[in-house]
């Protein structure tokens, strides 16, 4: 069997036509266009590219970006100054805050002094609580965008058994979530998990977002699965950097039945659910009626 490859750019693409034509009509109704503010603190070459990345995508989108790139230098005050500045601006619709920050400065605190209304990260404790209540609210970009594929590539998830390999807040707390209220049976496996390969093998869906290069193996996987792979990992091999997923993808395919590219899958359904989200929060905060987008 060849797993059949699920085109995340192609998903994305889709995504963000609807999105862009969905905001002649919330600049008509408001005299502005939805705005996305963007902060990035320190000089993370990675970090640059995905900040870039994102303001470019607004722009191309019809939204307005707003870019602060604060010196590695920042103290915690100056950048909760700034919080509250783009809290307070009526043309700021979404913020995100570029994670990690440098180590000298306490991202939590940070998080929660965005307003819940702007956290197009989906990443406050109130978004997180909302999600675990079923109250709408704001969704973490990735896990939304690996719903999405999900739900386009076997329609209704009811019953299914899912694996999500991750804990954290960004991805797989909120995964795990997002598939509950889908009515699958969730099982989250992390770095102390024992037997994670029997644990995987009886998946139907598997949601790899542990950061660690190449860890799941194409037999551990049960034949017919669908693999959603979060992972990007920088390695060397054959002396050329390659970009790689927390799957080992050329063994995963001939037992999956579909899985996810790095690139080319997760990460470009990140980008444009942030877009989808500052749309969501735009219309919310005027009142407006939400376009159906997915
Ligand atoms: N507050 C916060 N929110 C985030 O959502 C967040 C963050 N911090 N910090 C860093 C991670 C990483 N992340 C990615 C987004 C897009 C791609 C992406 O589009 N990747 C391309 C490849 C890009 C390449 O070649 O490097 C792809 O998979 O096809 C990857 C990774 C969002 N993050």
Redesign the pocket.
């Known amino acids: 069997m060849t797993a059949q490859t699920i085109d995340?750019?192609a998903h994305a693409d889709g995504l963000g036509a609807r999105i862009s034509g969905a905001i002649p009509s919330f600049r008509e109704q408001t005299g502005r266009p939805p705005g996305l503010a963007v902060v990035l603190v320190g000089t993370d070459p990675?970090?640059e590219?995905?900040v870039s990345?994102?303001g470019r995508m607004a722009r191309k989108l019809g939204m307005a970006s707003f870019e602060h790139i604060l010196p590695e230098a920042t103290t915690q005050q100056q950048l909760l100054d700034l919080i509250a500045q783009l809290n307070a601006d009526d043309s700021v619709d979404g913020i995100?805050?570029?994670?990690?920050l440098p180590a000298h400065l306490d991202s939590l605190p940070v998080i929660e002094a965005i307003d819940p209304a702007k956290d197009v990260?989906g990443?406050h404790p109130s978004s997180a609580g909302r999600l675990v209540s079923g109250l709408p609210g704001l969704v973490?970009?990735?896990p939304l965008g690996c719903l999405m594929l999900l739900r386009s590539q076997l329609g209704n998830l009811s019953g299914l058994d899912a694996v999500v390999v991750g804990r954290s807040i960004?991805v797989g707390k909120p995964m795990a979530q997002l598939l509950l209220a889908e009515n699958c049976t969730v099982s989250m496996a992390h770095s102390r998990t024992r037997d994670l390969p029997g644990k995987i093998r009886q998946a139907d869906i598997v949601v790899a977002a542990a950061g660690q290069a190449e860890m799941i193996k194409g037999d551990w996987i049960k034949p017919g699965a669908t693999v959603i792979d979060v992972g990007?990992s920088?390695i060397v091999r054959d002396g050329r950097k390659t970009?790689v997923?927390d799957v080992e993808f050329a063994s995963a395919c001939g037992v999956a039945g579909a899985i996810t590219?790095?690139?080319?899958?997760?990460?470009?359904?990140?980008?444009m659910c942030?877009m989808h989200n500052t749309l969501l929060a735009a219309c919310r905060r005027k009142a407006l009626a939400e376009p159906r987008l997915w």
Not at 261 to 271: A, F, H, N, Q, S
Request: some cysteine; overall charge positive.
């Open positions: 995340g750019k990675a970090s590219v995905y990345s994102k995100l805050v570029q994670l990690p990260d990443l973490s970009c990735t960004l990007t920088r970009l997923g590219p790095v690139p080319g899958g997760v990460g470009p359904m990140t980008i942030l």
